[in-house]
């Protein structure tokens, strides 16, 4: 769906300054309280102010996909688990929340080839870097600067969004950032990408593969984009929030006093009442079904056909389900004594990794496992010592049978497995989903197709608030303003 055409009434400069009278809207809709609805409930409230009514439609649990699973007493991160250094909104969240940073806790990490190590983390800085160099030869670095080129473009969108600009679709954002390049590497590979700056094939297939099945599950074919953004977080230092990171929802919908409806949004049509559009929300909770209208809605949860379960009535041209899949993936998570055996280490004492990646291989029936932390940790946690139980998080394409858990554990207490539709089956061909739907109805999930993690969500949740904002009191200059770099460097 193409942008709205900015309204011919505008032109008249009279109006524009009546306009900026205009009262706040009453009521704003945001279906979906995970990271992405709690953060647009916290963002439009400070862009239009505590009176404003926000209610937020949630179906399930507060959270969605941050969520913490319990193994023997002790909480674990079952999904979203870690954030970049350099995530600026979620630094600000915790900030504001008044929560904690995790402790780290060091741990080796590793790539497994099915049969052996074909990279083993060290100790050793100087001889990580050293194998590196001796495997992949430049290859390493020319990935670093790639990777670093692309961050560093993207961190303009703090700058945009603290002067208060906006983007009315996900390719002119992108645009603005990085120009047609940027909005490019939404349609090509990132294997392409890559062996186009001098990475070598053997470099993609071992250590790109590897990162990728660890966090997206996918191949080396995800785009560019994408890729470069899983791979900004493999390569520097992440962090977690003490506690859980589901606590930055909780914590976002108290501070803005959100009414948090728990029910099933089943439709929104459009209606409108003296000349303006009104949005009804149908929603079926425990008490049956009811119906509200607001002047708003935003919705956070993604719109593809196998997922999206309401309709939209009344809208002309209609608005479609976007052609796009989620990729299915199943999480275990595994109490138990690691078989270091199948991965070529007899004595379990001896065994050093914490965290062990896959490539490509056809015959392994997993694409990464961690021995994972609890989301408390006190001064006193160490990590368990490999001959010792300990609880493992097992990502996989397919619930792994019998066979497969006694491959990987000597022996276990319990496996609790979650199946769920991660993120996006990532396909270079397909355009990127529209961030509005209508006049005051926006989209926020689409920025998964950009790439899908917290961060993302947060920097979109933020442009979906000063769209809404911008779009209401008719401030077009800060919609889609080309030059951007050149004009925020001059307002300051
Ligand atoms: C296994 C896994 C690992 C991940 N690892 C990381 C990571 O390490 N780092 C990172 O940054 N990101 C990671 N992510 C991605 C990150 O978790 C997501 O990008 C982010 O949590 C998405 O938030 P969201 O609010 O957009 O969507 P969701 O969290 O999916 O929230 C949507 C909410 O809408 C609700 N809902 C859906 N339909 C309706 C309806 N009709 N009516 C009412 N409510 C509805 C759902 O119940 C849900 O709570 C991971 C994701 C998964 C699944
Ligand atoms: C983007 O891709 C198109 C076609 O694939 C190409 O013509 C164009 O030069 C590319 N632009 C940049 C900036 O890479
Ligand atoms: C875990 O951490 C959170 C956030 O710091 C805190 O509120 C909670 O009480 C802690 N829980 C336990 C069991 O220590
Ligand atoms: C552990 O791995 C070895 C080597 O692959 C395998 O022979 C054995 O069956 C596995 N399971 C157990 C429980 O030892």
Redesign the pocket.
Known sequence: MAPLPPPLLLLVPALLAASAGRAPPRSIAV????????AVAYFSQQQFGPQVQLDV??????????ATVTVNKQQYE???????AL?LHMQDFVKTLGLKHRREVPGKSAIFSGEHFVLEETDWYLLNLFRLWWHYGISFLRLQMWVEEVMEKFMRIYKYQAHGYAFSSLEELLRSLGGDAFVNMTQRSVAESLLEVGVTQRFVDDVIAAVLRS?YGQSVLVPAFAGAMSLA?AQGS?WAVEGGNKLVCSGLLKLTKANVIP????GISLHSSEGRALYQVH?EGSEGQGSAFYDMVVV???LHPS?S??IFENFEPPIASFPSAFQP?V?SVVHGYLNSSYFGFPDPKLFPFASILTTDTPDLFFNAMDNICPVNISAAFRRKQPQEAAVWRV?SQQPLDKQQLKTLFRSYYSVQVME?Q??PRYDSTKSLPPIMLHDNLFY??GV?WVA??????AVAAKNVALLAYNRWYQDLEKIDQKDLMHKVKTEL
Not at 452 to 457: N, Q, Y
């Open positions: 279906v979906g309280a995970g990271l992405g609805g709690s439609y949630e179906q399930a649990g507060v959270g969605g996909r941050l079952s999904r979203g688990a870690s954030i970049h995530s966090s977080g992440t029910a099933r949004v089943t929603y956070t949860t993604p997922r379960n309401f993936s999480t990502l769920w991660s993120y926020l999930s998964e899908s993690s917290m961060e993302m969500i």
